[in-house]
């Protein structure tokens, strides 16, 4: 199968390529596909003709979309159109990965697919928004939700507790935000998975992340244990989110039922702790 993957060089986007590496592969970094150009996107898909696009590209940075509201949405909404549309246009499935961050993280319990969007900050309403322009255009679309994706690569929140563990020796972090921490290799290893079962009957949306859920506190704990023995847990501090103040709101409830996107494509999934143990062994 010849699979179209923007955002080749990024967190997501690396995973999928190390994956998926029986097919035949078109790996699109920012450089060679630049999805703030809408025409250039039509151009690349045009010249390669894909039986399958993958969009792993996305403006990620929460506090700095406040600023940059008009790129935001021109790579969070624009271009996921865009490929939506020469994806039907082709009549080839399209996979778009979208956030935790559709929500207002104000519902007990965790977020399934349907349940009602309100994003706090303008990350969240581009992701939206994109959602919503892939489904006005149909087509075999599969929009797959994450949330705290982390790996090896580049600036995470798994990388920066390994380095400032080993730089500090105190440190606070968040504990009334909770979540599921998701690596990039559990979602290149699951899409590995579902790519054989796409059909026309089973498009729409899914979350994809791992069992279970914690705080960022938790999370930072568990990493910070694996990672550096050395360090006197005794000082890392769950503080309260007015105490760290950001440009952006963040929701306090993050956690996505994965249910749908195991039952639909017979998946079974570890839990995070299990998956943050694989991204160790993998540094």
Known sequence: MKIL?????GQ??????????????????RHDCDLS???QIKKTIDQNVPDLIINSAAYTDVDKAEIETKLA???NRDAPKVLAQKANEYKIPFIH??????????????YFEGDTTNPLGTYGQSKLAGEEKIMEVGGQ?????????YSNLGNNFYLTMKRLSQ????LKVVADQVGVPT???????QIKKIIPQLTENNTGIYNLVPDGLCSWYEFAKEIISLTNPNFNLENLHSIQTHEFLTKAKRPQNSCLNNVKAKKTFMLKFNNWKSELNKVIDEA
């Open 37 to 39: 150009l809408l025409d």
């Open 167 to 170: 730089n500090c020796n105190e």
């Open 97 to 110: 990965f979208s956030t935790d961050y559709v929500f207002d993280g104000n519902k007990v319990g965790s």
């Open 183 to 189: 690596p990039n290799i559990f979602i290149a290893k």
């Open 141 to 149: 679309f599969f929009i797959f939700r994450t949330s705290w994706v």
């Open 5 to 9: 993957i923007t955002g080749s060089n």
């Open 12 to 29: 997501v986007g690396s995973s999928l390529v190390n994956c998926l590496r029986e097919h035949d592969l078109i790996p699109l970094s």
């Open 73 to 75: 949405f021109n790579i």
